[in-house]
């Protein structure tokens, strides 16, 4: 079966330090992975994925992820903090299901970003 | 741009009433799915649809059923809406396969039983 962890439930970083948001994943196949972010009272927006191309993924925002098989990781990084990165990220896997791939997600990981 | 739209942002119901919550999308994609989110828990998903008029339970589907008569819209019913029902509604929808395109979702439904 599939699943993914999200090992953080809360991080709190000051404005221009790095971020690391981390993720481990079960799959027993190849699994395609994502981020997804969302801010106070809105819907989940896609910040980047992984579909078994390159290992080192870059999406919106500056945001970026590093699929590492031996570690089952998908660990999400920005170089630099913004304030407007504040939001709660969820890391998924896929799922082979019936007649196709379902995704499920991770419980969350809430950023703060201090002043 | 793409959209899932989701009829109201905010609603408060009466325990028992029974309760449509609506979404709407433009892409014509073929899959939808409903899911509620609730602190510390996630994303929960209740019932998804792969067609017109084909639907499947997801991993919560107690206390609710869903509707799909045409490919753009997909309806969550609470056939009589109880207090631990209150949550975050979440529609999203996708082509297949989800493993490559993912989901879009709308902005969510804040429902209240009282």
């Known amino acids: 079966a599939q699943s993914v962890t999200q090992l953080d439930s809360h991080v709190s970083v000051s404005e221009g330090t790095p971020v690391l948001l981390r993720c481990n994943y079960s799959?027993?196949?190849?699994?395609?992975l994502f981020w997804y972010v969302q801010h106070p009272n809105k819907g989940l927006q896609l910040l980047l994925k992984y579909t078994s191309a390159a290992t080192l993924v870059k999406g919106i925002n500056g945001f970026e992820a590093e699929f590492k098989k031996s570690e089952t990781s998908f660990h999400l990084t920005k170089p630099s903090a913004h304030m407007s990165d504040a939001a709660e990220y969820f890391c998924?896997?896929?799922?082979?299901?019936?007649?196709?791939?379902?995704?499920?997600f991770g419980q969350g990981t809430e950023l703060s970003v201090k002043p | 741009d793409v959209k899932v739209t989701q009829s109201s942002r905010y609603l408060v119901k009466r325990t028992g009433e029974k309760v449509f919550l609506e979404c709407v999308q433009d892409?014509?994609?073929?899959?939808m799915f409903w899911y509620r989110q609730d602190p510390g828990l996630g994303l929960r998903l209740i019932y998804f649809?792969?067609?017109?008029?084909?639907?499947e339970k997801g991993d919560i589907p107690e206390g609710y059923s869903v509707s799909r008569e045409k490919k753009e819209r997909f309806s969550l019913i609470l056939e009589s809406a109880s207090t631990n029902q209150t949550s975050m509604y979440l529609c999203?929808?996708?082509?297949?396969?989800?493993?490559?395109?993912?989901?879009?979702f709308g902005s969510g439904t804040r429902l209240t039983v009282v």
């Open positions: 998924v896997v896929s799922r082979i299901y019936n007649q196709g791939g379902k995704l499920i």
């Open positions: 649809s792969y067609d017109v008029k084909m639907k």
């Open positions: 799959s027993s196949y190849s699994p395609s």
């Open positions: 892409m014509d994609h073929e899959n």
């Open positions: 999203a929808s996708s082509l297949p396969p989800y493993r490559e395109w993912g989901y879009t």
